[in-house]
Nanobody, 112 residues
Framework: QVQLVESGGGLVQAGGSLRLSCAAS????????MGWFRQAPGKERDFVAS????????IYADAVKGRFTISRDNVKNTVYLQMNNLKPEDTAVYYC?????WGRGTLVTVSS
């Protein structure tokens, strides 16, 4: 069974940067894709970015294109989300997803 643990969230001023990590554990881990989603207070969970585990092909939501970068380390079974030029509207709990499994999330708060 796969377990996902996110880390790297925190409080940052607008224009700042954060790097999120999602470490996967499990006996066998070879998902087709890994992705990041986020959920702001009172809103639905939205897609942020995904990466194909084998080829490294990436997809981004329009709201984060040019500011966020998703990457992965196949050896460490870890996916990263580098977030630059953060905006107050990026404030949310960020969740990692892979193999039909969700992590518990990590809170990102961007102050204006």
């Amino acid at each position: 069974q796969v377990q996902l643990v996110e880390s790297g969230g925190g409080l940052v001023q607008a224009g700042g940067s954060l790097r999120l990590s999602c470490a996967a554990s499990g006996r066998t881990f070879s998902p087709a894709n890994m992705g990041w989603f986020r959920q702001a207070p009172g809103k639905e969970r939205d897609f942020v970015a995904s990466i194909a585990w084998s080829r490294g092909t990436t997809i981004y939501a329009d709201a984060v294109k040019g500011r966020f970068t998703i990457s992965r380390d196949n050896v460490k079974n870890t996916v990263y989300l580098q977030m630059n030029n953060l905006k107050p509207e990026d404030t949310a709990v960020y969740y990692c997803n892979a193999a039909l499994t969700w992590g518990r999330g990590t809170l990102v708060t961007v102050s204006s």
